[in-house]
Structure formats: structure tokens, C-alpha cells
């Protein structure tokens, strides 16, 4: 049995909400909104009520600073696995990008897969993300155009690998060698199991690490560095992320919000002046991505 505490907010609320839950990298937290109705809802499952009300006491007041606060009280109810996935059916639909397609497990069955094309299968468990938010499609985007140009012998590095995902297509992507982690003990567990649920069960290395200990590893160098994380995040850790690049390879950081862009752009193309800089927009989110000069020498 798992639990429902769900909590209305001011439906002008919703854009700080969403980014204050992925601040806090809790992927069992979501924002729904009724655009018709302008009405808007926090929700978090939890495996116990306590569980879910202790993290909503923790949420609550960053939640009152960014916006108004809750509208009412929180409603908690039990939620059957069936009540839990058809919630998330109305919203979460197979979607493409390229050669690679990320779909509903529910809808493995009737799901007929293009040839030469590849498949994730999502399944919305508590910490297994959709990738339908921008930061992550941003990535995902990005790894798809970077796989046509970059030999299946490159290695590919998802640092703070949250649910998998950006991993485990990378490895769907043909990718041999791809590892994996995340200060989380939790998100490490739960991107494994997603390995399991799609057949890649030892295809991905994912460790837990922070992003010195992870960056740092000597078989880290790789030529595609993923990097889906807060912007303060990632130019509190940028010289890691720059050294962690191969000669020729690939950094893409995502998780940046439009307005921080220019800053983290800044902060990267300081420290790499002569790597390609691309930037892109999508919604309210951005990523940059750098692509390191084929010569051995850092900028630095």
C-alpha cells in the first residue's frame, strides 16, 4: 500500500513549485495542474503516511518562501498500485526523439518498435522520472544527436544519474561503456532496478559518489559527460566537470533555468575558453553544451 498527500496551491504558484522540487530532487513529489479550472495540486506518494508527511513539513516552508503556501490542509489517502498507475496514465505517454522512444511500461504490449530503433520502458515507481521535463529532454536530446557522431567505443558518464535515465539511453544508444552515479544511495537502487526492468542489468556502472569522488575516478574521463543538475551546482563544480572531458568529447549540463544561462556559460567558457559552446532554450529551462578541442592540452 502506498500513500497519497496531496495539497492545493495557488495555481500561480506552480512554475516556483516545480522548480523548488527539483531543487530538492525528490522525484516522488510532482506538481498537477487543471489549466482550465486554474487550479493546481502538490502530491507526494510515500511507502507509509509518515514517510510522505514528514517530507511535506520538510517542504513546507521553502514552499511559503518561494510563493504563497498551501491553500488547505493536506489530504493523505492509501492508493493501491492500480489506483497509483492509472493516476499517472493521463499524463505520461510515450514520446521520441531520433532513433530512440521512451514509453509508459503499460504500454509494452501494444507498443510496435520501428526497426533499428530502441526502447525504454518508464515505469512512474517512485523515483523513475518520465524524462517528459524539459532539463531532462534537453539531455536526452543532446545524447541522441551526440551518439551519431561519437563511436559506440566512447564512454559516456552520467554525473548525479537520479533515476538512470540519461544512462540507460545512452546504453540503449549503443554506447559500451556507461557508468552511473549519484551522491543518493536511494537514486542508485532505483537506477539499477530501471536497468533490470528494461534488460540492462549490468550494462550501466552505477556507484554512489559525490562529483569530486565521481569525477575524480580515474576511469572517468569520457568523451560524453552528462550533467542534469541545478545551475549553483554546476559552477560550484565546474573545473570537475571540465577536467572529466576526453580530448574531443562532450559536456552537456542541463538542469539551468533560462535566465541562469549566461552565468553558467560564463563560468565554463572561463575555464575552457577555446571549447564550442552551443546553448538552447526549451520553455523555462536551458542546457549548454561544450565540446572539448581534439587536442590533448586543457585550456587551463
Known amino acids: 500500500m502506498l500513500f497519497e498527500l496531496k495539497v492545493e496551491i495557488f495555481s500561480e504558484d506552480v512554475n516556483a513549485t516545480d522548480e523548488l522540487l527539483l531543487e530538492y530532487g525528490w522525484e516522488n513529489w510532482s506538481v498537477l495542474e487543471d489549466v482550465i479550472v486554474r487550479r493546481a495540486w502538490v502530491i507526494g506518494i510515500g511507502a507509509s503516511e509518515e514517510a510522505v508527511r514528514t517530507q511535506w513539513c520538510e517542504l513546507l516552508p521553502p514552499l511559503t518562501t518561494v510563493g504563497r503556501g498551501p ?36 504500454e509494452r504490449e501494444e507498443f510496435i518498435l520501428p ?43 552520467d554525473a548525479g544519474c537520479g533515476s538512470g535515465i540519461l544512462a540507460l539511453s545512452a546504453a540503449l544508444l549503443g554506447f559500451r561503456t ?46 560524453i559527460v552528462l550533467a542534469n543538475i541545478q545551475a549553483d551546482v554546476l559552477m560550484r563544480f565546474a573545473s570537475q566537470l571540465v577536467a572529466a572531458v576526453a580530448p574531443g568529447g562532450a559536456l552537456v549540463l542541463s538542469g539551468i533555468l533560462a535566465h541562469e544561462n549566461p552565468q553558467v556559460l560564463t563560468t565554463f567558457t572561463g575555464l575552457a575558453p577555446s571549447w564550442r559552446a552551443e546553448v538552447r532554450i526549451m520553455g523555462e529551462w536551458s542546457d549548454v553544451l561544450l565540446v572539448r578541442p581534439l587536442s590533448s592540452r586543457m585550456d587551463s
Open 71 to 106: 491553500l488547505a490542509a493536506p489530504e493523505a489517502r492509501g492508493l493501491a498500485d492500480a489506483d497509483w498507475r492509472d493516476s499517472y496514465k493521463a499524463h505520461f505517454h510515450a514520446w521520441q526523439f531520433g532513433r530512440l522512444h521512451w514509453v509508459p511500461v503499460w
Open 178 to 223: 556507461v557508468a552511473g552515479f549519484d551522491n543518493d544511495t536511494e537514486a542508485v537502487r532505483v537506477s539499477e532496478e530501471n536497468a533490470a526492468l528494461n534488460g540492462l542489468a549490468g550494462r550501466v556502472n552505477f556507484f554512489g559518489a559525490d562529483l569530486v569522488v565521481g569525477l575524480a575516478d580515474e576511469k572517468a574521463s569520457a568523451d
Open 115 to 157: 526497426p533499428g530503433e530502441a526502447v525504454l520502458w518508464l515505469d512512474p515507481g517512485l523515483a523513475f522520472g518520465t524524462g517528459n521535463h524539459e532539463t531532462t529532454r534537453l539531455c536526452v536530446e543532446r545524447l541522441v544527436a551526440l551518439a551519431a557522431s561519437y563511436s559506440p567505443d566512447g564512454r559516456v558518464v
